[in-house]
């Protein structure tokens, strides 16, 4: 479905992604973990086409994602970037409707499929109660729930987050990693997903890829990545991990002679 | 999106409507000569005395009229730039288009009325007429592609990048204007500066008919906008991933825009802070509503131009203070108290 | 410095009369023809000097305004500044018959007003970088839209302050740089003495508190006197724009690590641009005069925009 080849991507001469190679599984949740500057975000908006690689490709159902027309691209993948800007004053219902536009263009919307879509989207997201309220007066994580509802509006089978949870406090971080759980797993939506904090990845993630100076340093299910040698050289933290009863790891760490080496 | 059809939006649509026509009555009753409804009733249906024909025909209904259109040109361009460079100060003068425009069309004027006035003294005043738009146009549009591709970071529009770049050569162009003018236009001086200050005096329907075409052409322009404007609003990674080819809208939405304000400086020369404050305060009583913002912009900005023009006329008589002053002077306070609200 | 002296000469060679080298020596040493005198001393010395202390004042007030805003886009031009002194000034001239005096005075109270209304408008606490420029924007426009339409009251007069607004040294001897002299000397004096405070004003100014600065005192101060140069020389030359701008920039590219450094030779910039810029007015459109303030726009907005692309700006929402 999506996948990349070898691809390196660079913003100007500097180079951010180096030679990666991997594929994002159909229907599940994937995460991209590293630290600052690995090249997560960087990755992500090459998958939505945002960023022409410097060598290798990026596929989307084995076609380079350069070359799918823009529209026909946002039917197939939504992106919710970092820091999102929000429109003056727009109410919930309209940033949610805002996501129909590729399914549409120039005249008006026809009311019944667009509206069904938004209201549904809504509803997947639970945030239907606050769709006459404008979006800025909500909390982070209701708000984020409105970007993601959105995306949703878009009705798209792949959906990318860049950093969804890095600005939220714990409570929403957990409201929002758990909806993209259950639309991943009543709904089949495919999630990519950049997160920095490790448990939250373990605890989420089918698979999980770990970035480090622009390198995939190691790609596979949580129990097979989270491993104290990994995580040492990657974050340069000691760990101790033990398994949970969902077989998933648990990680904590203590910084013994931490020596934060940029990665670049 | 919403369809404007339901409570508060419509009866701010309507207010504005009705204001308008206010206005627009105003406009041609009043002036150095006022005139009572029924004699304008007459006026315009054929039934009274010549003079009073003369008077609101030749003189009233086209300049009341060009005022209008003129406000609708700077309230929608200013609009149209405002979102594009997500700076609520921007407008056509902060730009540089308008002083592109200015630039261009005085050096037309003093070279056209060089050429001219050797050959025939009588045709200046039509020279002038008919080509203006055309070269305040070119002028407008060279500057507003400089400003664009300027303003370029990374190969995408960066809108910061964009005022400022405009900024700066607003002011080089606006210098230049004035040391042309000091320089070459000595004989012109009282023309032009008149020009330069944004004024309707003189405004007839042959104005009219130059700038009309172009109205025409910014609203159709604008209405397709309106869609693509909606999903601009949000951050430019995000409208990529909706699907929106966004150089290329805005690209689009920066030619409409320096159609309209350009064309407008072609007739009238530059008038600020229409475009200015007329954009906030279609946002402040419209909302997100996007559709909203622009009809209101439309109707509000043809009455701010139409009531500072009267204004201009009939409170300092027999001096005619230009349309472009009075926007200023109007403008300022209102838009210091707008700002003191802002965070 | 070398260079200074050298457009110095020159300044004092060219303009609708060529003088050579040597009969500029024998009208220093009062031996040439009077026609010679006359233009070398009266008209040629008193301009070129006025050109370099005018642009010296322009460059030191831009220097200390980009400084203590911590604020590279900051310009009495681009802040407003000169734009409503020169509304002031054209205000007096034709609503009255001002007395030499009250030139500088008006100007100063007008740009005081179009500096303030500018900080006023980009928000007290913030005042981010580009907002204060875009403010300073809207002042200008303001400014110059009300300067316009007081032009067409003045009737006859137009033509000429059509002329002073463009910015010119011309006809500038040594009444005018007498009369101005002590309104630019007295600002630049005080501010080389005040090179400690200034120093720690470009520093966080929470940095500059905990070292006991009164930091808004000192900023205002500071920013007064740069206004006050500014103004006065707007007063008497009309607005010319841009150098106030450029100058620290070069200045700043030549001092590296220095800072001591930067406010003189953004002095010696400035003066060096507007007698360069002068000299080029004179001589472009022989005989002619070209007025001084188009140049500094056809060669300060261009360097600007370059500067523009090549800095990588702080980023605003």
Redesign the interface.
Known sequence: MLRTEHLSLA??DKPVVDNVSLAIPEGGITCLLGPNGSGKSTLL?SF???LPARSGQVYLDDRPVEQWD??????R?????Q???V?????VR?LV???R??H???W??NLTTDDSATLNAMAMTGVSDLAER?VEALSGGQQQRVWIAMALA?ETDIL?LDEPTTFLDWGYQLEVLELLSTLNRQHGLTVVMSLHDLNQAAQFADRIAVLAGGQLESIGNPGEVITEPLINQVFRVHTSIITGPDGRPFCSGFAESFKYASPF | ???PGAGPVARLLLAGGLSLVVVIVAGVQLGAVDLTWSQVWAGLTGNSSQHVQRVVFELRLPRTLAGALIGIHFALSGWLLQLLSRNPLAEAGILGISAGASLVAVAAFIIGDWIVSSANPYNNASFALQYLPLFAMAGGLVTALSVYFLGMR?GHLSPVKMTLTGAVIAGMLHALTTGALAFWGHAHTELVAQWLAGSLYGAEWQHLRALLPWTLIGLAGVG?LV?PL??M???D??A??????LNRWRAFALLIATLLAASAVGVVGPVGFIGLLIPHIS?RLA???LPAQLVLCVLLGAVLAVLADLLGRTLFTPYEVPVGVVSAVLGVPFFLYLLSRQP | MLLLMLLFFVGLMAGSRWVSPTLLLTAMDGSSDLLTRITVLELRLPRNLLGILGGAALGVAGAVMQGVTRNPLASPGLTGVIASAALAVVSLHTLSTPGALWLPLMALAGGLLGGALTFAIAGRRQLQPERVVLAGIAVTSLATALTTGLLLVSGAEAAELYYWLAGSLMGRGWLQLQMVLPWLLLPLGTLFVMQRPFRLLQLDDDLALAMGLAVGRWRLIFLLLALLLAAALVAFTGPIVFIGLVAPHIARRMIGNQIQHWLPLSALFGGLLLLAADILARQLAFPQELPVGMLTALIGAPWLVYLLNSRTSPRS?
């Open positions: 913003y100007g908006k939505a086409g945002l823009r529209r026909r691209l946002a039917l993948l939504a992106m919710l970037p820091k999102p800007i429109p003056d004053g727009i109410r309209d409707a805002l996501g536009f590729p549409r263009k120039w008006q919307r404008p878009q990318l | 999106m919403q369809i990374h397709l869609r909606e999903v609003q949000l951050d990674q995000h990529r991933t909706l699907g929106l080819g946002r909302g997100a509503n | 929402a």
